[in-house]
């Protein structure tokens, strides 16, 4: 079964470091991106970045660009969020999420297939 | 940046009734738009790529049209695991981005 694993429900001070993690299972990890996702509290979705297991190429959504990072380990196949420094509006839930592609009408395209259970994080 | 807008904000439907749903975006995307169902609680779920090719698993009742810059995802006869909140999320490829439209709920009547 594919599935994306995530950490637990976090609880934290303005100003603190926080990593969360999404571990993959039964795919190849390192051949797909994988998305995070920021949902505040009633809200919609907001994507935070993308990153590419294989070589760690990460891109960033502009807006969140300063203020998180994603990494890999790939020998187990993980993914992390990180924040240096929170703000109370980080609070939110942040899902991974991971892209696949299909190959329809001579073209490519793409859409987040597997997600994993969101993590809740809560600054304040 | 594309931006995604979704209309309308809530949807109020019947059981059983037909809900159509809009997204819009700022510049010419092709076909490259795909819509997720959110239902409470949960994260969401994959139902459309490529504008209008359901994925495997999904019911018929749920179709996805348009291309450019205009789309419309239409669930016939609803039913009540259909209530929820519907995204429509535009993809690029060089390099990787996606955008999310705002969403739409839709409730019982």
């Known amino acids: 079964d594919v599935q994306l694993v995530q950490s637990g429900a976090e609880v934290k001070k303005p100003g603190e470091s926080l990593k969360i993690s999404c571990q993959a299972s039964?795919?190849?990890?390192?051949?797909?991106?994988l998305a995070w996702v920021r949902q505040m509290p009633g809200k919609g979705l907001e994507w935070v970045g993308l990153?590419?297991?294989?070589?760690?190429?990460?891109i960033y959504s502009p807006s969140f660009q300063d203020h998180v990072a994603m990494s890999v380990d790939k020998s187990g196949r993980t993914t992390y969020l990180q924040w240096s420094s929170l703000r109370a509006s980080d609070t939110a839930i942040y899902y991974c999420?991971?892209?696949?592609?299909?190959?329809?009408?001579?073209?490519?395209?793409?859409?987040?297939?597997?997600w994993g259970q969101g993590t809740t994080v809560i600054v304040s | 940046e594309i931006v995604m807008t979704q209309s309308p904000g809530t949807l109020s439907v019947s059981p059983g009734e037909r809900a159509t749903l809009s997204c819009r975006a700022s510049?010419?995307?092709?076909?490259?738009l795909a819509w997720y169902q959110q239902r409470p609680g949960q994260p969401p779920r994959l139902l459309i790529y490529?504008?209008?090719t359901r994925v495997i698993g999904v019911p018929v009742r749920f179709s996805g049209s348009g291309s450019g810059t205009e789309f419309t995802l239409t669930i016939t006869s609803l039913q009540s695991e259909d209530y929820g909140f519907y995204y429509c999320?535009?993809?690029?490829?060089?390099?990787?981005?996606?955008?999310f439209g705002g969403g739409t709920k839709v409730e019982v009547k």
């Open positions: 039964g795919y190849n990890f390192r051949t797909y991106w």
């Open positions: 510049q010419n995307i092709g076909s490259n």
């Open positions: 999320q535009q993809y690029e490829n060089r390099p990787p981005a996606l955008t």
């Open positions: 999420a991971r892209r696949n592609y299909y190959y329809h009408s001579g073209g490519r395209h793409y859409g987040m297939d597997v």
């Open positions: 990153i590419y297991p294989d070589d760690s190429d990460a």
């Open positions: 490529g504008a209008s």
